[in-house]
């Protein structure tokens, strides 16, 4: 595990980006963007897009490859990671980075620094490879939205977990404490302690059970279950307190499998207990435990984190199959093929906003998350 390739970031001008941007929007609708529609969406002051692009490849930002009916470029997660970076050292978030301290299922976890030397967390979602070929081959008339599938779901799963770590956090859950997110990254404050996998001892044992437990059914009074509530997604706090991690999975107490998953949760730790502390207890939550006081999955989604995102993303990650997830694809198949000089036209303005936003000093991640959402999905 080493550092995070960042090394080009800082040569990297103006128009490289630029660049690299039309390629992210051009993937909305094409596996592989032309060269020539690049430019068009670019629309660099003085042309040269393809030379920039070549320069691009060889940094391995972009890979050139033959396609089917017609050769292009395509974004790698290098050029993703690149571009969500750049904005988050724009916004002055982040300004140095340090070593990875983890390789989770579905991400990469680094240490970076803020402006005051302050060590952070960064949180690099990496989804969607597989499971979307899958969806691809059924259906047909979803290709070119899921062209670009693992930068949607990777951008959607982190959009997801900072919404809830930040509603969490708001509503005093023991969350790490978020700061920002842009694309698939989010930055969050570090724990000061280490993942429930790697402890051996704990000083009251009896205590954090009951501790774990009701953080299950307090999430669960707001309407929400984690979903992998385990020794992987719990850490410990120096001071010896449990803290919650990882929440692109959660799902609402009315998911029609809601109780399944409650009482996996509960499970787990129960599990756990057993065998790595010899604990067990004769009581244990129920679903019928949960008094619903609040909704936070309605609230998340009123700010930016909509119902057709968490539908994508919970197929995406394999928690809900999409015969469940079917229904309200009517407004999808009803949507108009777009033509090429109106698709430009509104890939250039994204750009520019796109542009705008990266490189604004001042925006912070929970405005984005409404203007991300109304720029649609791939
Ligand atoms: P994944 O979704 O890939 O499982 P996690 O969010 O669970 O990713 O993070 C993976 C690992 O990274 C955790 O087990 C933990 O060791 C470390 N980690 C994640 N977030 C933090 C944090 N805020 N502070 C310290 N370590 C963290
Ligand atoms: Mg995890």
């Avoid at 009701?214 to 850490?235: P, T």
């Avoid at 968490?310 to 777009?338: F, R, T, W």
Wanted: aromatic share 8%; net charge negative; hydrophobic share 35%.
């Amino acid at each position: 595990m080493g550092k995070i390739n960042v090394t080009m970031l800082r040569y990297l001008s103006k128009e490289d980006f630029r660049v690299l941007t039309a390629v992210e929007m051009g993937m909305k609708n094409h596996e592989l963007v032309p060269g020539s529609l690049v430019g068009s969406i670019a629309s660099l002051r003085h042309g040269g897009a393809h030379k920039i692009l070549r320069e691009l490849c060889k940094h391995r930002l972009l890979t050139y490859e033959r396609g089917r009916h017609y050769d292009g470029y395509r974004l790698t997660n290098l050029g993703y990671d690149y571009l969500a970076l750049k904005a988050l050292t724009s916004r002055g978030v982040v300004s140095s980075f340090g070593n990875q301290i983890g390789v989770g299922k579905e991400s990469n976890i680094y240490v970076v620094g803020n402006e005051d030397g302050e060590p952070l967390c960064l949180k690099l979602h990496r989804l969607g490879r597989t499971c979307f070929r899958r969806l691809r081959e059924k259906r047909d008339y979803h290709a070119h939205r899921n062209a670009a599938s693992w930068i949607y779901l990777s951008r959607i799963s982190a959009t997801k977990e900072f919404a809830y770590m930040k509603a969490l956090y708001d509503r005093g859950f023991p969350v790490p404490t978020p700061i920002d997110f842009n694309r698939h990254c989010v930055i969050m404050k570090l724990v000061d302690g280490s993942p429930l996998c790697q402890i051996n001892e704990v000083d009251d044992v009896e205590w954090l059970y009951d501790e774990l437990m009701n953080l299950i059914v307090k999430l669960g009074s707001y309407g929400v279950i984690h979903g992998d509530f385990n020794e992987f997604n719990l850490m410990l706090t120096d001071d010896g307190k449990p803290v919650v991690i990882d929440f692109p999975q959660m799902v609402s107490t009315n998911h029609a499998n809601a109780e399944m998953f409650f009482m996996r949760d509960v499970n787990c730790i129960r599990d756990f207990f057993r065998r790595r502390f010899g604990y067990e207890s004769e009581f244990h939550p129920t679903f019928k435990d949960i008094t619903r006081e609040s909704a936070l999955d309605v609230e998340v989604s009123a700010s930016g984190f909509t119902k057709q995102m968490e539908k994508d993303l919970l197929v995406g990650i394999g928690v809900q199959s999409e015969e469940e997830s079917d229904g309200e694809e009517a407004d999808i198949d009803s949507e108009e093929p777009v033509s090429e000089s109106i698709e430009i036209e509104e890939l250039r303005k994204h750009v520019n906003q796109i542009i705008i936003e990266d490189e604004d000093k001042t925006r912070k991640g929970t405005s984005q998350a409404v203007s991300s959402s109304s720029t649609a999905p791939p």
